[in-house]
């Protein structure tokens, strides 16, 4: 079965720091991956996917998240935080190969301050 | 391209009332997913249809929950008799086919709220 696993409920960070948001899947065959963030009272928007093609993905605003098939992770990570990321994100499996459902994680909360 | 469109944005119902969730999919997208996001918690699949024929619904509820996907016009998730306990945000997406990397559009959700 598949399922995910985000192992911080929340971090907090500097602007201008570094941001890793943490994610370990299980699934039974390659999954498909994906973050998706949630800013207060919005909806959802992709930040990234991954589809098994290259391991290291780069997504919008400066994230990229990299798949490791022996750690069975795929942690978010951006180079220097802005207030702007502020916000709710979600690692994310597709729960059959078809792709007609996903399974998310609980959420991990960015915090940034000045 | 307008994006997933959902309204009501906001809905408060009384315990016992009916409610009705409407989500127009992007534009050429003919498959719509329904999710619950309750407090404090992640998303939960709840219904995948297709135009007139729901796919997968392992995840509603086995009572009061119903959704449906008309020829014509939006989808509609509803929910008979409200109880405290579906208060949450309810989420539509679309995509234009199936497939395991197929990304997902999100609307912006309507919070549901039970007094």
């Known amino acids: 079965a598949q399922s995910v696993t985000q192992l911080d409920s929340h971090v907090s960070v500097s602007e201008g720091t570094p941001v890793l948001l943490r994610c370990n899947y299980s699934?039974?065959?390659?999954?498909?991956l994906f973050w998706y963030v949630q800013h207060p009272n919005k909806g959802l928007q992709l930040l990234l996917k991954?589809?098994?093609?290259?391991?290291l993905v780069k997504g919008i605003n400066g994230f990229e998240a990299e798949f490791k098939k022996s750690e069975t992770s795929f942690h978010l990570t951006k180079p220097s935080a802005h207030m702007s990321d502020a916000a709710e994100y979600f690692c994310?499996?597709?729960?059959?190969?078809?792709?007609?459902?996903?399974?998310f994680g609980k959420g991990t909360t960015l915090s940034v301050s000045s | 391209n307008a994006g997933v469109m959902q309204n009501p944005r906001h809905l408060v119902r009384r315990r016992g009332q009916e409610a009705r969730l409407r989500c127009s999919p992007m534009?050429?997208?003919?498959?719509v997913y329904w999710y619950r996001q309750l407090p404090e918690e992640g998303l939960k699949f709840m219904v995948y249809?297709?135009?007139?024929?729901?796919?997968?619904e392992s995840g509603m509820p086995k009572e009061r929950f119903s959704a449906e996907f008309p020829k014509e016009g939006p989808s509609i998730l509803r929910i008979q008799q409200v109880v405290r306990g579906d208060s949450a945000a309810y989420f539509c997406?679309?995509?234009?086919?199936?497939?395991?990397?197929?990304?997902?559009?999100f609307g912006p959700g309507t919070r549901l709220t039970v007094l």
């Open positions: 994310v499996v597709s729960a059959n190969q078809a792709g007609t459902a996903l399974i």
């Open positions: 534009k050429g997208h003919s498959h």
């Open positions: 997406a679309s995509s234009p086919r199936t497939s395991g990397s197929n990304e997902q559009f």
């Open positions: 991954y589809t098994s093609a290259a391991t």
């Open positions: 249809l297709q135009k007139e024929n729901i796919i997968d």
């Open positions: 699934s039974s065959y390659s999954p498909s």
